[in-house]
């Protein structure tokens, strides 16, 4: 049964500081990994998608990496802005199944 | 663009009522459906999700229940509400192209049961 990790579980840092969130899986057969944004309340907020067969990928201050025979991706922030503060979920899709598994998140707080 | 709307926004209903939650998505055509819950201090689950009109895939046995009436149209519903079933209720989209699923997710529904 997959089960999806993310360390640490809330982070509080200094505006201006780059950062890197955590997220590990145990089954390494999967098919795409997605990251999302959350701010309190509201509904989640796709940032990026890694497929199986990428490395990397890239948005403005946003990079993601994806290691998939060691379980791990990880999402790097640079120059971190308070409007960053929110949740950032991770989620693994197995083989051709469309269904998302998540992890808990990390609550992030960007102090000016 | 495509947008995709939920409501209500906000619900309480007495342990034993009946539910309806809607979900509609504009600017797309035959996309996959899904309904998630995110109940508190848990992560999100996965209720259920819909690749054509009329099929649905239910992931989780319980009291709730999911239509597909129109292509672009998602339905949870409930004969009998349980105080398990409070939390934030969110429905998402996705189009499967090219061995990419990237789904998107609407402004969520939050359902209290007293």
């Known amino acids: 049964k997959q089960e999806v990790t993310q360390i640490p579980a809330a982070l509080s840092v200094p505006e201006g500081e780059n950062l890197v969130l955590n997220c590990s899986f145990t089954?390494?057969?999967?098919?795409?990994l997605q990251w999302f944004r959350q701010d309190p309340g509201k509904g989640l907020t796709s940032l990026l998608l890694?497929?199986?067969?990428?490395r990397e990928q890239t948005s403005g201050r946003l990079n993601a990496s994806l290691d998939k025979s060691s379980g791990r991706s990880t999402l790097y922030i640079a120059a971190s802005q308070p409007g960053d503060s929110a949740t950032y979920l991770c989620?693994?899709?197995?083989?051709?199944?469309?269904?998302?598994?998540f992890g808990s998140g990390t609550r992030l707080l960007v102090r000016p | 663009s495509q947008t995709i709307h939920q409501w209500p926004a906000t619900l309480v209903q007495p342990v034993g009522s009946p539910l309806s939650l809607e979900c509609t998505v504009e600017?797309?055509?035959?996309?996959?459906l899904y309904w998630y819950r995110q109940a508190a201090g848990r992560g999100l689950q996965l209720l259920f999700y819909s690749v054509g009109i009329g099929q649905i895939s239910s992931e989780v046995p319980q009291n709730l229940s999911a239509s597909r009436p129109q292509d672009r149209q998602f339905i949870l519903s409930s004969k009998k509400l349980l105080l398990s079933d409070s939390g934030f209720y969110l429905c998402?989209?996705?189009?499967?192209?090219?061995?990419?699923?990237?789904?998107?997710f609407g402004p969520g529904t939050r359902l209290t049961v007293l």
């Open positions: 998402a989209w996705s189009v499967p192209l090219a061995g990419v699923n990237e789904q998107f």
């Open positions: 089954d390494s057969a999967i098919y795409n």
């Open positions: 989620a693994v899709e197995m083989d051709s199944s469309y269904k998302l598994i």
């Open positions: 890694i497929q199986s067969s990428q």
């Open positions: 600017g797309t055509s035959n996309p996959n």
